[in-house]
Structures are given as C-alpha cells and as structure tokens.
C-alpha cells in the first residue's frame, strides 16, 4: 500500500489534515476505545476542530476511503487507533512537516514505534518513559474517603498554585515557566480551578494534596497532577484522598476515571490499586 497525501489521487490509502465535516467519522472511530482515547475525544469536543481554539492539527489515515487512525499533532503528538501502517505515514510526514512537539503521548504500542521513526531528528528524548500503566475505576471506591478534599475555589488559586509548579519540575524535570509562554501554565491551572476540576486538602495555606482533570468526556474524565506535600508521602494520605476525588469526580464530571503512571512510581502504583484502579492498558511518554 501506497502512503500519499492528497486523497484525490489513485492509491487506496493516504493521510489528511481533517476538519469540522469530518467530526462524524472521527466521532465513530474514537467510539472504539472512549478512555483510551480520551485526550483527542476532549481536544475535539471541546474545540470541534475550530482552528481558533484547537491550536494543532488532527490527521487521518485513510484505507480504501475509510479512517482507520488519527495523530493529534500540536504541543502533544498522540495516536488515536493507529494501525501500523498509520504510524509508518504519520512518522515520514511528521518529519516532512517539520514540527517538534514537547511529547509524545499515547498507547505504548503506537507511540514507541512512532519514536523509533522520527527519533533520528527528534532525538535524543529529555525523558523517555516506556511503560506506564494506563488504569481506569468505573465505580466509587471502598476505601474511606477523606472529608478534607474540597473542589480549589477561584480565591485559592494563589495558595494552590506552588503546589502546581512543586508538582509539575519534580515529575517533568522543569519549571513549567519556561516552557513555552511563562505565564502559560498558571492560567491553565486557573482554568482548571474555575471549571471546577481541581481538588485539594488546604489547611492554614498549605496544600497537603492536590489533584485535577486534565481531560474529560461523557464518559470518563482522566486525573493528571496528583501530588502529596513531601512531609505526608508514605503516610496514608494519597488514597483516601484519591478516593474523595473518585466520587467527586464521577458525579460533577463524568463516571469513569482514568489515570496513567511511571510504571517505577511503586508506592503511586500501590495507591491506585489500593483505591480500586485497574490497569486496562500501557501508555508511553516520550518528553523532548
């Protein structure tokens, strides 16, 4: 088979850059696994591809005038449904395109091939992380839940915010100011705040747990962030808290909740399961 990309040409397959008229079929294909794929379902239902909002490009792959795949190609290079064939295209035009985004997101199995391909110009990774468990929880949790946790109001974003940066340079390796424009990131965090997905333990001005949704859907909304003040860590205070959130989250969002995990995070790992997530997948980051 034959990659091109111009649609209009005799081959049986090629890519696209896709737009609104094509929001039906990428709506049935990301119906195929709706947490996986959850990133590029709230990239598309929150913008619908609406070039002033969406701030990146979506592409198809096209078998025999089908979509069989997608590649969300902005600050995140994520794969959606990706055969390999997709992953062989979406790589030689990534490289053609000339685009180099701060990661690669997504299901190991697309996107550790997709890096084996653009990682000769791309490379080498700031931080490659191969294996992380992908988990989801469909139900509330058993574990006792902690009456502390509270949904962040607007008027304490202030106290929350160097709980976000603290969070953000141990898991990532940088100040999240210097990346991309500096005051990027802390009006992310507001908006996060003021939709009312971001929840945390502050008592006397100090966050002693934080967390929020990074994404969500009608069906499951994905947790990022979550962080416990270093004097707390291996005190128990991570699951009942996470707990809290679950319920939380699954009545005032959506009613699965999905996370991913650096799969040598044991004592992160261990509090998950504790809390009732199950690993249903293996998702991949590749920071450049």
């Known amino acids: 088979m034959t990659e091109v990309c111009d649609p209009r040409a005799a081959t049986s397959s090629y890519v696209r850059t896709l737009a609104r008229g094509d929001l039906e079929l990428i709506h049935e294909l990301l119906d195929r696994q709706p947490l996986i794929d959850m990133f590029v379902r709230h990239r598309v239902d929150s913008t619908r591809l609406d070039r002033r909002w969406f701030g990146a490009e979506l592409w198809g792959w096209f078998e025999d005038g089908a979509l069989r795949s997608l590649l969300h190609v902005g600050a995140n290079v994520v794969p959606a449904q990706a055969t390999p064939e997709a992953i062989s295209a979406f790589g030689r035009r990534l490289l053609d395109h000339g685009h180099k985004p701060s990661s690669l997101v997504g299901p190991a199995s697309?996107?550790?091939?997709?890096?084996?391909?653009?990682?000769?110009?791309?490379?080498?990774?700031?931080?490659?992380?191969?294996?992380q468990p992908f988990m989801v929880l469909e139900h509330d949790s058993d574990v006792q839940l902690d009456p502390r946790v509270r949904p962040v109001r607007?008027?304490?974003?202030?106290e929350l915010y160097p709980a976000c940066?603290?969070?953000?340079?141990?898991?990532?390796?940088?100040?999240?100011?210097?990346?991309?424009?500096p005051a990027?990131?802390?009006?992310?965090?507001?908006q996060l705040v003021s939709m009312g997905w971001s929840w945390a333990i502050i008592e006397d001005g100090t966050v002693l747990f934080k967390t929020e949704v990074g994404a969500a859907t009608d069906r499951g909304c994905q947790l990022q962030g979550v962080w416990v003040h270093p004097d707390l860590r291996g005190t128990g205070?991570?699951?009942?808290?996470?707990?809290?959130?679950v319920r939380q989250a699954r009545?005032?969002?959506a009613p699965s909740v999905t996370l991913y995990v650096n799969d040598h995070n044991i004592a992160a790992r261990r509090a998950y399961e504790r809390v009732g997530f199950r690993e249903v997948e293996t998702f991949a980051s590749i920071l450049l």
């Open 110 to 131: 697309a996107v550790l091939p997709l890096w084996d391909i653009v990682k000769g110009e791309w490379g080498p990774a700031r931080s490659p992380r191969p294996v």
């Open 165 to 181: 940066v603290a969070m953000f340079t141990e898991e990532v390796g940088v100040h999240p100011e210097s990346v991309g424009n």
């Open 154 to 158: 607007i008027d304490q974003v202030d």
């Open 251 to 253: 009545r005032s969002v």
């Open 237 to 245: 205070v991570a699951a009942p808290a996470l707990a809290s959130v």
């Open 184 to 190: 990027g990131y802390r009006a992310r965090v507001t």
